[in-house]
């Protein structure tokens, strides 16, 4: 979710006798957009349904809700993004033969890309929005600052009451797997020398069969805090990743169409199996003891099926947009059309802000009481958080972006 460039995301494609250009991916901001709304309107209902605690919604109300809920998987989704994204130039340069890439370059831009947007999201939400956001003592400033607050016993308080920004424990997920990523990814070259792409396939199996196996863990047991950080989510970072390996075997050798490229080559079918999964978690769902996700109010086969929907659902929007190869289709023109890229370019400060404005805008200007809260929060709050997003790129990000490109 914080890997967000002007425009089109651009990857160096793998050397070869020719020279390459570099591949742009211009859906992926467009689906950075869709996700970051996703998770808007989420919260958006939280004005509605006051979290879901105790609220037991019948005929189809039931549903309308069951909707909402289902709108978390835009952060699978900005995980699975981000898997492709940031683990395709490592294969690139494995398979290409180059060296190591920097590790005080790769430090360095992610430093600067993720840490101080969010520091002054951080700060600007606790001073404006004090009654919404806190955070107590020394200690836990330090940890909400790092990134590593979920690591930290106590540091996001009980339940659903958070200290720090409520919607920062993705970061915290993002920010473990950009750390461990070069590790992972030296291994695997230190490992597969001969055969550098099986090597990697491998490697990336490997992840997701970690990743399913602490779900696993979580549904059926009582993991420890670090499992429930990233390895919880590594399915959905291993599913960008997987794609990474595809799109740069597809690059590599066009005529060697899998049958993966060969549905990417029509995403209307794509985006039509990830809204039937929608619809079948809508539909399935028991939310008649609690929200969904509140896992120990939850089924254990509803939460099995609900992991398996949310793949779907993660797959069939993230194939499309980076395993084109071509650029037709109103799908794809949705996601490259300027509002979407717009939109993507500054999900990140969108990402940042827009819990806090929901909230306030909740507490003080609108009452579930007075009817009609969601329309009026979004109506109201959508703007204003595109509006301190885009100030956010401008004057804190995009410096630092164009920064980040110098380092070397």
């Known amino acids: ?34 996700a970051a709304l996703a998770v808007f309107f989420i919260h958006v209902s939280e004005t509605r349904y006051s979290a879901g605690f105790g609220y037991h919604a019948i005929g189809v109300d039931r549903y309308v809700r069951a909707f909402f809920d289902e709108l978390q998987v835009g952060v699978p989704i900005f995980f699975a993004i981000s898997g492709f994204v940031i683990y395709r130039p490592f294969v690139t340069r494995h398979v290409g033969g180059q060296g190591e890439p920097s590790a005080a370059s790769y430090i360095t831009r992610r430093v600067l890309r993720i840490y101080p947007a969010y520091w002054v999201a951080l700060v600007g939400t606790v001073l404006v929005f004090s009654d919404l956001v806190t955070v107590r003592g020394p200690a836990h400033w330090f940890a909400n600052l790092g990134l590593v607050q979920m690591y930290v016993p106590g540091a996001t308080g009980h339940g659903f009451v958070f200290e720090g ?17 070069p590790i992972f990814a030296y291994v ?6 001969l055969h550098p792409l099986r090597g990697h396939w491998m490697g990336v199996i490997g992840v997701i069969v970690v ?72 539909v399935t769902a028991d939310i008649t003891d609690g929200p969904v996700i509140l896992l120990n109010a939850t089924p254990i086969w509803e939460q099995l099926l609900r992991y398996f929907l949310q793949w779907v659902m993660v797959a069939g929007l993230i194939v499309p947009a980076v395993l084109a190869l ?83």
């Open 1 to 34: 979710m914080v890997e967000t460039l002007a425009g089109a995301v651009s990857v160096d494609a793998p050397a070869s006798s020719a020279p390459v250009s570099p591949v742009r991916y211009n859906c992926i901001e467009g689906l950075r957009a869709v």
């Open 165 to 181: 920004m409520v919607q920062a424990w993705t970061l915290t997920a993002e920010v473990t797997f950009y750390a461990t990523l």
């Open 188 to 193: 695997v070259r230190r490992t597969a020398r």
């Open 211 to 282: 990743g399913v196996a602490a779900r696993m863990w979580l549904i059926f047991g009582t993991p420890p805090t670090w499992v429930t950080v990233l390895p919880i989510y590594l399915a959905f970072f291993g599913t960008g990743m997987a794609l990474a390996l595809v799109s740069i075997a597809v690059a590599r050798d066009p005529g060697a169409r899998s049958r993966l490229v060969r549905c990417a080559e029509h995403p209307a079918w794509c985006v039509g199996v990830a809204l039937l999964a929608f619809v079948i978690a809508t």
């Open 326 to 408: 071509h650029q037709g289709g109103r799908v794809r023109a949705t996601l490259g059309s300027r509002v979407a890229v717009f939109m993507g370019s500054i999900s990140y400060g969108f990402y940042l802000w827009h819990w806090a404005i929901i909230r306030w805008l909740a507490k003080h200007w609108f009452y579930a009481s007075s009817g009609q809260t969601m329309l009026k929060v979004t109506l109201v709050g959508l703007p204003a958080t595109i509006a301190i997003a885009y100030a956010s790129f401008r004057i804190v990000e995009k410096p630092l972006i164009k920064l980040s490109k110098r380092v070397r």
